[in-house]
């Protein structure tokens, strides 16, 4: 994490936690429309749109931040944290994408001292940067403010 301008998950105050996920909303709700365009359960990240999570998994980890953890993998792809550039690729904008910051908002407010889960909320919003990026395009956060 040391090329990023965030904090180590394990170092992250609540504030900075609270201001990334702000970020990571704009972002979210920004992303270029050269992606492709997912507002429906067909889409790569439907799951999010009526997220809920996975019974067996959670037997499995007995933890839900786990089972979320595994959850986002299966929806990311389980290689988008340890291959290439280490960024997780954001492939969609539209509705299905954006349901995930709601996600992350709950599970912050339940488990915020959860390094794992932290982690993710960076991780995915590193994924989320990346695309403007690669896109050449400025989001609204670039061009208003700064929250770090």
């Known amino acids: 994490m040391s090329n990023t301008p965030y904090p180590p998950p394990e170092k992250a105050s609540p504030k900075e936690i609270r201001n990334i996920l702000a970020k990571l909303d704009v972002l979210l709700t920004d992303l270029p429309s050269q992606l ?3 507002d429906d359960f067909d889409s790569k990240y439907g799951a999010f749109l009526a997220f809920t999570l996975d019974e ?3 037997e499995k980890t007995g933890d839900e ?6 959850q986002l993998e299966h929806a ?3 290689q988008s944290r340890t ?3 280490n960024v997780i690729p954001i492939v969609e904008h539209g509705e299905a994408i954006c349901a995930l910051h709601s996600i992350l908002v709950d ?3 339940r488990f915020p001292d959860n390094n794992v889960l932290k982690k993710w909320i960076i991780n995915i ?3 989320a940067e990346k695309v403007f990026s690669t896109h050449r395009v400025r989001n609204r956060i670039s061009q208003y403010c700064r929250f770090f």
């Open 65 to 70: 931040v786990a089972t979320l953890g595994e």
């Open 56 to 58: 067996d998994i959670l």
């Open 107 to 109: 599970f912050y407010a």
């Open 36 to 38: 492709p365009r997912g």
């Open 83 to 85: 291959t290439g550039d």
């Open 76 to 78: 990311f792809g389980w």
């Open 125 to 127: 919003t590193l994924g």
